[in-house]
């Protein structure tokens, strides 16, 4: 028989004016089970915990009933009490009979308010007979960060976490770090330049003793859950030993062939064995395997004389490294829609039709004109340049619907650079409305607009074509109600920011969410916008959306705060409150697998002693678990069950009714 | 031991005399008991006939819980949560509506008039919503008397 | 292979040249025109208020005829092309609409005919290196413009022909039979269509456009696939030429005349005679005739 | 110029005629003037496509109808095949066009045909016109 003791509490007034406290005690004390009832003026306050404790003890409760205030208020406080006295704080339970009794209804006679609250007690005390005692999960926590993508978004993140003290591997794909931003000429609001801003950090990242570089190399598998994430990395063969190479850079002025530079967006070439660009991080080149003639045909090898400590490996394979994390960062950034969408602007027909990115290094120092405004086609500096906003953006039939924010910005930026490197060379925009809602954002397209020059035309274009020579730009300035043409010498496309190729499949290895274009999914848009519903796995940049320098920067810093204070403990505790499947009765089903919205379901397999399968079952993992329940509804054989909320507590309650 | 216990010893009537329904009510402990919660701390009134068992997300509830609920004597039963996108657990309530559909069917072939089951939303902040739906139901159901069907079941 | 084939009203009269030499060419490479034993005219135009539905018998009858005769149905002209292709997607995809256009023509069709037109079935049944096989007297130096209009292009998700912006099938027919297709902007502008028959002035405006645009990319001859393009670009030329003393006319002629020459048809068979501007004396000049 | 809006007007019986009779739903329309950009008889226009939309969304039909916008449109749906939002301009003008003919209130376009136009003129000139212009 259990030994139950409840202790009704009167609030004061608050519970009392309503609720004859007393008969709640007193009825209770009619019911099998229980041993020991009062009431009492504020159980809440020192002397009430007081009292409870000691009542515990001499009464040698197994478990008890607090009916008092809503649970969300002192359910924590009456478990550590009876914690405190020894019992499991499990066993602790509330009755609301405040909130949901005394406060809604009024009646002064204390008839309703009381046989509410022996009814809702009386409900209470069922459940309670059929409680579990449970344990507080306790998670260890692998002290160490997984940050995947290396751009600006994620190099604060280890950057910040580094500096915390706590190790951080930063996986890139490409043979450096930098990512986008490593292309930009100026950065707006400021006109900072972006070489000069980024590669300190960049420079940093590879310095810090807590950071380990994994570049030229991709995430492969992802196991297990917060605390405790086992990560395989793929480090792709880079022909180079990158631990004795020097970065003379011997190899790269030897090499006899060229490629196209994917970091110069077609604009230049580059030897076969190379770095992306002068800054790069690490300064170790990579062989670039497809169109190398020694990794082909076996003819050439001119970089492996060359090379003084003689790192180059014709014979490199990928390795596969596993390494332990107890969090990771997702900061795998944006890439810009293939222009050949947009047939009507000429991209691909027209060699001076350009995207923004490609704008960016030809107005960049570093980039392949030396930072003079130079078009493609045959180098002449162009006297006239049209931009075209939205290119793909708000464009639900042939790109994406949403907004890319930071076009509006960088086309003025643009404009401006284009002013002050070209004298007298006129800039035309074609925009929808302009987007600049940043703090001094307004402010630098009116600059743009006032004092570069920059003539904007609300509208689109249609139509952009070559004749004698000059690009016939036709769009429409809906402002004066008339269709303009403008004769160019460039046009500037700033075209939509979207979702890495792969960021899918990146997104199922981690099980987290992306929207319809691929962009991953926050927890919450306001207030958890850097977690992912996957505890334990964060968000930084642009992966999550188009967002400019400042906002990706703050992210990476968000996100590190966010592993740090993940970190300030040896191991977290978890509410016990699990799923459990029974062993005998799951008949596999995966009902449940497919139903839980956080897959804490595993499908687990029961093996003999020759470790042949016997049968299939789920299995909940409850570092990941978070209670929700919706499997237990799910399970069409009643085979898994909520912890703290069983089908045999409900019942209870039920007929208790 | 089952029954609202009144001052007069019956179950389902008042002093009065008058039909009293009993109502139970399965929320979720994000929203809708939050809401409720707050209607308490307004210090808002509404009718006396509910009894609140809470879970984890109205996606936890096994429609089978309803059917006990009559079984054990409520005229009518509440079900309430988050509203759809707000869901603590991301997307339990979506799990929870989408076995309703196939559940309806199920309840009116169990002889169970539907007008008995209301399915609501109630948000942490919406307490006027919480009071304005507990006297709305308890007065339709107050409406259409007891429910008989499963008396003597037990 | 046989195909069926709707050969529409105006290919029917005015421009037999067209329907002869496709027919002659379809020969060559080894594929058969069959006429619908049944057809009537398409309408040439396809109602864009969707309430118009009166307006989609007629194209409908000429589908649920031609289904009766096989899965596939090509045409020539631009127009045909168009219609029937988007009634068809209405008669598959609108299950209200298919069964009061159905009511209206008394038929049950059901959208499941192919239309393919004379272009694609050259590049994807017969595939144009084939087509470049079996040609007999290449076209060489001749630079064409290849005019697309917007019939064969537009609406997007009704195309089927080709990328509605940046269209080559014209141009690789064009390079298998030999001859140097010239690239210009306005190979997809309006003609001016229809409003031949309300405001010649816009025709000889929109159709000059065309024309000079392909003029000053070096054309010297232009081909098309529609009747009405045909002739109003043809039209179009004395007042232009009139207009702007450099412009100089050229033959507008249409796409299967150059293939039966390339494909070694003679040249008196393929309706050159019916052309405003005579394309002899340029295809002499190329050795061509 | 000054317009005086009105509920009535915009959300009134003859813009959802409109609508009903061209399928398209004006308020999709968000006036980036891709389609006054693109028309090929822009120029011409007294209203120009991405007009034509904004004065229906405002509830001006007398203005759009005393413009030969819909007259002279040449149906090559430019600028439905270019328009970001899918809105058919050549749709509305068409249906209007429809309505005005249904009603005997457009203008006769096509009384007196050219002789040498009826004789040289492809058919479907004619039938393509005469749907276009008659109904
Ligand atoms: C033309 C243009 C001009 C701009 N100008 C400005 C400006 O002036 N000011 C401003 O504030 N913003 C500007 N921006 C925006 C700015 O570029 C971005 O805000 C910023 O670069 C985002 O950084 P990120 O780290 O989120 O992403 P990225 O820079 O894209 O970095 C992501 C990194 O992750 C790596 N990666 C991707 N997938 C994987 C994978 N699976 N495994 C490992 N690594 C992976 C990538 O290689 C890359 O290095 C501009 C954008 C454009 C397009
Ligand atoms: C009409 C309106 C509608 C909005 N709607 C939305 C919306 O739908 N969605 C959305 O995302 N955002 C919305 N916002 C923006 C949103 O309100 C803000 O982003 C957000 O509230 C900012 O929070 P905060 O903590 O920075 O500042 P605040 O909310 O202003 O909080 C600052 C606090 O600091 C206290 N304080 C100030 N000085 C001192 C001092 N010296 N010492 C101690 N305390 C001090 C203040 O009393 C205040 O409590 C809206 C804003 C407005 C004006
Ligand atoms: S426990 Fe709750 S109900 Fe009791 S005195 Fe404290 S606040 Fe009031
Ligand atoms: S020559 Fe050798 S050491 Fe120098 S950069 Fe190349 S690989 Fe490195
Ligand atoms: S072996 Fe390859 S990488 Fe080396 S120099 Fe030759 S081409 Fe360049
Ligand atoms: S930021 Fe400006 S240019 Fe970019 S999509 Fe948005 S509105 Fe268009
Ligand atoms: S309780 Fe919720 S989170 Fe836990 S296993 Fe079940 S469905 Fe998944
Ligand atoms: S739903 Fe139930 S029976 Fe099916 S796998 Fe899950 S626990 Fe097992
Ligand atoms: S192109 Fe479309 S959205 Fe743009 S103005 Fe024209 S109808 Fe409106
Ligand atoms: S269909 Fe009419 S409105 Fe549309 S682009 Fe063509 S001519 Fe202009």
Known sequence: MPRIGVFVCQCGNNIAATVDTKKVAEEMLKLPGVVYTCDYKFMCSSPGQEMLKQTIKDNKLDSIIVAACSPHMHEKTFRKAGEAAGLNPYRVEITNIREQ???????????????????????????????????????????????????????????????????????????SIGGNMARLSETFPTMDCSQCILTPKM??????????????????????????????????????????????????????FNAESKFELGLAKRKIIYTPFPQSVPNIPVIDAPNCPKIQKDKCG??????????????????????????????????????????????????????????????????????????????????????????????????????????????????????????????YVFYMDIRCAGKRYEEFVRRAIEHDGAMYLRGRVS???????????????????????????????????????????????????????????????????????????????????????????????????????????????????????????????????????????????????????????AKVNEGVCQGCGVCVAACRSKSIDLKGYTDEQVFAALAAF | MSGHTDTTGHSGTTQSGAFEPKIMAFVCNWCTYAGADLAGTSRMEYRPNVRIIKLPCTGRIDPLFIIKAFENG??????????????????????????????????????IDMRRLHFSWVSASEAIKWVDLINNVTDEIKNLGPFMEYKGLK | MKIPYYPGCTLNTVSKGFDLSARASARSVGFEMEELAQWNCCGATFPLSPDNLIALSAPAKVLANARKGG??????????????????????????????????????????????????????????????????????????????????????????????????????????????????????????????????????????????????????????????????????????????????????????????????????????????WDAMPLLKKKGLA | MKIRLSGADIDGPRVKHIE????????????????????????????????????????RVDDVEAANTMWVCVGCV???????????????????????????????LIKDIPIPFLRKAPQQALVCGFRKFVG
């Open chain 1, 101 to 175: 009794c005394s406060w809604v209804h009024h009646d002064k006679t204390r008839a309703v308010g009381t046989v509410k609250s022996t009814d809702l007690t009386r409900m209470t005390l069922e459940r309670l007979k059929r409680n579990q005692p449970l344990n507080k999960i306790k998670i260890p926590i692998k002290k160490r960060a997984l940050v995947i993508g290396g751009g600006i978004a994620g190099i604060q993140a280890a950057l910040d976490i580094a500096e915390g003290g706590i190790e951080v591997v930063l996986v890139e794909r490409e043979p």
């Open chain 1, 203 to 256: 420079v940093e990242a590879e310095l810090n003793e807590n950071i380990k570089l994994y570049t030229y190399s991709e995430v492969e598998k992802v196991d297990g859950y917060i605390g405790n994430f086992t990560v395989q990395i793929r480090k792709k063969a880079r022909y180079v030993d990158e631990d004795r190479c020097t970065g003379c850079g011997e190899c790269i002025e030897k090499c006899p």
């Open chain 1, 302 to 427: 001119a970089c492996a004389v060359v090379c003084g400590p003689k790192c180059i490996d014709f014979k490199q394979e990928d390795k596969i490294v596993t390494e332990e994390f107890g969090a990771i960062i997702v900061a795998t950034g944006y890439d810009l829609m293939p222009n050949e969408r947009f047939g009507e602007y000429g991209y691909g027909r027209i060699k001076d039709v350009i995207n923004g990115m490609q704008f960016e290094r030809l107005a960049s120092s570093s980039g392949p004109t030396g930072g003079e405004i130079r078009r493609p086609s045959d180098g002449k500096v162009p006297q006239s340049i049209v931009f075209i906003q939205c290119v793909g953006s708000r464009d639900e039939q042939k790109g994406v619907s949403y907004c890319s924010k930071v076009c509006c910005m960088y086309t003025a930026k643009h404009t401006m650079l284009y002013n002050h490197k070209v004298h007298g060379g006129k800039s």
């Open chain 1, 463 to 617: 139509r952009v074509y070559e004749k004698d020579g000059r690009i016939i730009v036709q769009g429409a300035d809906t402002l004066s109600n008339s269709q303009v043409e403008i004769e160019a010498d460039m046009v500037v496309m700033a075209t939509a920011l979207v979702s890495r190729p792969g960021a899918d499949s990146l997104a199922q290895k981690l099980g987290i969410g992306y929207d319809k274009y691929k962009f991953y999914n926050e927890y919450h848009p306001k207030l958890r916008p850097v977690e992912t519903v996957t505890a334990g796995i964060f968000l930084a940049g642009t992966c999550m959306g188009p967002m400019d320098i400042p906002d990706s920067v703050a992210q990476g810093s968000a996100t590190a705060s966010k592993v740090l204070a993940l970190f300030s403990a040896n191991e977290m505790t978890r509410e016990p409150i699990t799923a459990l499947v029974n062993k005998v009765t799951c008949n596999a089903c995966w009902d449940c697998v497919t139903a839980c919205p956080y897959s804490a379901i595993e499908r687990d397999a029961v093996k003999n002693r020759q470790g042949e399968v016997v049968r299939l079952l």
């Open chain 2, 74 to 111: 409520a005229d009518g039963v509440l079900v309430s949560g988050c509203h759809p996108g707000d869901c603590h657990y991301t997307t339990g309530n979506y799990h929870a509506r989408r076995r309703w559909i196939g559940f309806k069917k199920l309840l009116e072939f169990a002889g």
């Open chain 3, 71 to 276: 899965e596939e149905l090509t045409t020539l002209c631009s127009v045909c092309y168009n219609v029937l292709k988007r009634t068809n997607a209405v008669m598959k995809g609108d299950k209200e609409k298919r069964s009061v256009i159905n009511g209206f023509i008394n038929e049950e069709y059901d959208g499941s005919l192919s239309i393919i037109h004379y272009l694609e079935i050259l590049r994807d049944k017969v595939g144009f290196d084939k087509v470049k096989a079996a040609v007999k007297k290449p076209l060489t130096g001749l630079k064409t413009g290849a005019y697309y209009g917007c019939m064969l292009l537009r609406p997007f998700e009704d195309r089927g022909i080709d990328d509605s912006e940046r269209p080559v099938i014209f141009e690789d027919m064009l390079k298998a039979v030999g001859a140097e297709p010239v690239e210009f902007p306005n190979k997809i502008e309006c003609c001016g269509a229809h409003l031949a028959m309300s405001n010649t002035g816009l025709v000889t405006k929109l159709s000059g456009n065309v024309m000079t645009s392909a003029a000053d990319n070096g054309a010297e001859i232009i081909v098309t696939s529609c009747p009405l393009c045909q002739y109003n670009l043809e039209q179009s030329q004395t007042a232009l030429a009139s207009a702007t003393g450099d412009y100089k006319p050229m033959p507008i002629i249409y796409f299967t005349q150059l293939l039966g020459l390339a494909l070694g048809q003679p040249v008196e068979t393929l309706g050159f005679e019916k052309n405003v």
């Open chain 4, 20 to 59: 009903r009779v061209t399928g398209e739903d004006l308020k999709h329309c968000y006036q980036c003037g891709k389609c006054s950009a693109g028309c090929p008889v822009s120029y011409l226009m007294e209203v120009p496509p991405s007009r034509v939309m904004r004065l229906l969304q405002l509830g």
């Open chain 4, 78 to 108: 430019q600028c439905y095949a270019r328009c970001p939002k899918g809105c058919s301009v050549a749709s509305v003008l068409e249906g209007m066009r429809q309505i005005q003919l249904r009603k005997g209130t457009g203008p006769t």
